[in-house]
Structures are given as structure tokens and as C-alpha cells.
């Protein structure tokens, strides 16, 4: 056999793996999301039974998002900044990996900035309040009935984060009218069915919170809707934020996901006693 000969046998057995492994990858797409055929489970009166701890815990588990976080973002007044500028990866919701973050009118952009570049002084987290909305993000457990749903939140460990609820009612009603005059960190939150998604409608919300890391702080005129879903084993969650006081535009936070955790052992453990930091002992800005 001429070594052409064996050449083009050669050539012919790799095109034709090529072409097996082209058509297995065409009939096995890769799957998202829960596995096919997955049911999801309803509660006596039809509604997606939202029951059960999401995500880690203690006894295990685990939690997963969809969204891409991005490093923190390099201001013009950085030398020599790359994508670990500051000894890290801090997350953020840039331009750089997702469009989508919150765009503030023209004269509050100098506040974002400062306050982005002076995290380890100016960000909430740091003293020990509640995260509020959108930042907090999923509940860690659910407990649903048919007239409710309480969101119980896992303390933050080794961060500020404390252990936080909501109860939040869903058999129809409106806002409070005294307490959605209010401004509180979750506000007076009314909730309803829209199809098989949790819609929860939030006011009466304070200017202390940020939307996320980044320095994307609030007014006291936001207003969030909050979309829960669950396919199989796995609870989607999606923000809207309505804030005229500093936004241009509502902004729609990137769904987030949590799985099931379905060990018994799986329990929200006690966090620790919150550490507020000596903000007058810091000499840098380096960010946490």
C-alpha cells in the first residue's frame, strides 16, 4: 500500500469520528436547567409547591447562579488596575460580563463612583444591617400555606449578613396604607399568584441599602417586584427595581437559581454575632 494510500485512509477514519462525534453532540444537547421529564410538585390548591430549604445549609446543599458576576470594574483614577485589582475578584454586575446593571442619572454617577472606591467604608454590609431588596436575594427557606409564604435568610458566616424573615401575605390583599408610608429595609410586601409565578410587590422601602456590590445605592422612593418560580428542583428569582429618586430606568436584576437541598440533615445554622468594623482605624482602600 502507497503511503498516499494510507494517508487518505487516515484522513477518511478522522473525518468520519469528526462526523460521529458532530451528530452525538447534535442529538445530546447539553441540558439546563432541571433534567427532562423533571415534575414540579403543587400544593392541595394547584399552586408550585415553593416548601423546602434552597440552596447550602448546614447538612449540605448547594447554590448556584446563572448570572455572570464580573470583576470589579477599574475607575479612571486606577493605575495599573487589571481584573484582580484590589488583591481580588470582587463581584459586580458590569458591563464588562453582563449588560445589565443599574443606570443612574447623570448627576448621581460621581456618588456610585465614590462610593465603589471607598467600599470598605461606605458599604452596608459592613454594619451589620439587613441586606433588603434585591441584595439579599433568595431565601434560604420557604414555608408556604395557602394565605402566606415566610422567607427565612441564612446568616452571612463570616460577613455582617444577619439571620432575617419576611411574612408575606398572598391571599389577595393590597399595601397597608399605614405601613407602606413606612420605610423600612423589606418594606410592606403583598404577594399573588401569576400563573405558576410568585409575583411580590414591596414599597415603603429605605434609602439605606445598595441594589448590589458596586456602590449602587437606593432612594426611599424604590419600589421591587420580586418573581419566584420552581421547574422540578430548581427556584428561580428575578428583581425589578423602580427607583425615579436615581435611576433612569427600572432595572431588572439577572435571574438567579437555587437547587433544592434535599439532605435531612439540612438545618439554617445560627450565625455569628455580628462584627461591626472600626471604620476610623482604616488607612486604605482596599476592598473586602
Not at 53 to 66: E, L
Not at 183 to 204: A, N, P, Q
Not at 252 to 266: E, F, T
Request: aromatic fraction near 8%.
Amino acid at each position: 500500500m502507497t503511503r498516499r494510500r494510507v494517508q487518505m485512509l487516515a484522513t477518511a477514519a478522522v473525518l468520519a469520528l469528526a462526523a460521529s462525534v458532530t451528530s452525538a453532540l447534535a442529538q445530546a444537547p447539553v441540558k439546563m436547567g432541571p433534567p427532562a421529564g423533571a415534575a414540579t410538585p403543587r400544593t392541595a390548591d394547584g399552586k408550585p409547591d415553593l416548601n423546602g430549604m434552597w440552596g447550602g445549609g448546614g447538612g449540605g446543599g448547594a447554590v448556584q447562579y446563572d448570572v455572570v458576576m464580573a470583576s470589579r470594574r477599574c475607575a479612571p483614577t486606577q493605575f495599573e488596575c487589571d481584573e484582580r485589582t484590589n488583591q481580588s475578584i470582587d463581584g459586580e454586575f458590569t458591563g464588562r460580563a453582563n449588560p445589565s446593571r443599574p443606570l443612574y442619572k447623570p448627576e448621581f454617577w460621581d456618588r456610585v463612583q465614590y462610593l465603589d472606591m471607598n467600599t470598605n467604608k461606605e458599604d452596608p454590609l459592613f454594619i451589620c444591617q439587613a441586606y433588603g431588596v434585591p441584595r439579599v436575594g433568595p431565601p434560604a427557606r420557604i414555608v408556604q400555606n395557602a394565605n402566606d409564604v415566610i422567607f427565612l435568610y441564612r446568616s452571612g458566616g463570616a460577613s455582617t449578613l444577619p439571620a432575617d424573615y419576611r411574612t408575606i401575605p398572598t391571599d389577595g390583599r393590597e399595601h397597608d396604607p399605614v405601613r407602606a408610608l413606612d420605610v423600612t429595609f423589606y418594606g410592606d410586601s403583598v404577594g399573588k399568584w401569576d400563573g405558576d409565578v410568585l409575583v411580590i410587590d414591596s414599597v415603603g422601602l429605605n434609602d439605606l441599602t445598595w441594589m448590589a456590590t458596586g456602590g449602587y445605592f437606593t432612594s426611599d422612593q424604590k419600589h421591587t417586584i420580586e418573581r419566584i418560580w420552581r421547574k422540578g428542583d430548581t427556584l428561580f428569582y428575578q428583581v425589578t427595581v423602580d427607583d425615579p429618586g436615581v435611576l433612569v430606568e427600572p432595572w431588572v436584576m439577572p435571574p438567579r437559581q437555587v437547587n433544592l437541598n434535599k439532605s435531612p440533615d439540612a438545618y439554617l445554622p445560627e450565625g455569628e454575632p455580628c462584627k461591626d468594623y472600626d471604620l476610623n482605624q482604616m488607612t486604605s482602600q482596599i476592598r473586602h
